[in-house]
Structure formats: structure tokens, C-alpha cells
């Protein structure tokens, strides 16, 4: 299955969970979780470099300027030791991603990472319930409701650590193979 693929279910599957359970999601407008720092896979820098280079100049050179500005305190994630990186986690969980507009909305969302098509889900892997992530969906569903709407993890690839990218600095890698920075 290609990761194109792969977005796709993630797309179909998150608007038909969305769709079966409403009560249970509180996405409309919210923006929570583009806080806060995390890691997306290798294979969504494309993604993200179609999106970027879609918007206006203007935009894009907004965006790209937040993400330098957030990597001015960046560890070599690929690098560093687990206490480095958990530390950096903890100090940019208010850390806005550098892709929301003065809204608080995506201005990449047709291209976001897979990560963020699937937040807000509660998740599992196989058989095997993880739970949730996002604190304000699925607060008053049951177990049944819960587990039914997991998106499992075993459709995303196994990211080896040497492919994992922050979003601020897949969007730094990206200016810079594409002249922008």
C-alpha cells in the first residue's frame, strides 16, 4: 500500500468515525492539537513541500520564517539522547506549529502529515487499545465507542528514528532544497 494510500484511509476513516459519532468529537474549529511539538515521518516532508508550494509567496515565507525561528532551539533529534529529546518535548508543548494562519487554521491542510489527519482519534494497534489522545474528543463514549472509532496504527509504516522530522523542521529542510530559505 502506498503512503498515499495510506492518507487516504486515514482521511475516509477519520470523516466516517466523525460522521457515525459527532456527539463524541469537538474538531470543529479547534486547534489544540497543533501545539506542542512532535515527530511525523520522512514520508510526509513531500506532502508538506506540495502544500508550501501552493500557497502565496508571502504565506509561505510566514511559515517558513516560524519554523527557522523554532529551530533556533532544536536538538539533532536523530542524535541526541532520550532525556535531550523528552526535555525538548516538554519545553515546546506550547510551541504553535508554524502552519496555523492568525485563525488557528492549517494553511497546509490538504497536505498536512498523517499524524495530524488521524489526532483526535482514540488509537490502537491490532487488537490491542492504546486509548485517547486528544483530551476533549471521545470524553462521554463508552468502551465499545472508543474501540470502534481507534484508528490502528499498524496502517502507519514503522518509522525507523533516523526518519522522524518535527514539522518545523521538515518545513526548514524543505525551503532550503527549495531555494525559499
Not at 85 to 95: E, L, M
Not at 98 to 121: A, I, K, Q
Not at 167 to 175: D, G, N, R, T
Amino acid at each position: 500500500m502506498s503512503y498515499k494510500n495510506i492518507v487516504e484511509r486515514a482521511d475516509a476513516f477519520f470523516h466516517e468515525q466523525m460522521s457515525r459519532t459527532p456527539q463524541h468529537f469537538q474538531c470543529e474549529g479547534c486547534s489544540l492539537c497543533c501545539y506542542g511539538l512532535f515527530e511525523i515521518g520522512a514520508a510526509d516532508i513531500p506532502l508538506l513541500a506540495e502544500g508550501l508550494a501552493q500557497l502565496h509567496p508571502a504565506r509561505r515565507k510566514r511559515i517558513v520564517r516560524r519554523a527557522a525561528a523554532l529551530m533556533k532551539d532544536h536538538p539533532e533529534l536523530r542524535s541526541c539522547s532520550n532525556e535531550e529529546r523528552d526535555a525538548f518535548f516538554q519545553r515546546t508543548t506550547a510551541a504553535a506549529c508554524p502552519n496555523l494562519d492568525e485563525f488557528g487554521s492549517c494553511m497546509v491542510y490538504e497536505s498536512r502529515p498523517l499524524v495530524c489527519r488521524t489526532f483526535g482519534l482514540p488509537v490502537r494497534e491490532g487488537a490491542r487499545y492504546i486509548g485517547d489522545i486528544c483530551e476533549l474528543n471521545f470524553t462521554n463514549a463508552d468502551d465499545a465507542e472508543r474501540q470502534a472509532a481507534a484508528w490502528d496504527l499498524e496502517w502507519e509504516d514503522e518509522i525507523d528514528p533516523q526518519e522522524e522530522y518535527t514539522i518545523p523542521e521538515a518545513i526548514v529542510l524543505i525551503a532550503r532544497l527549495r531555494g525559499w530559505l
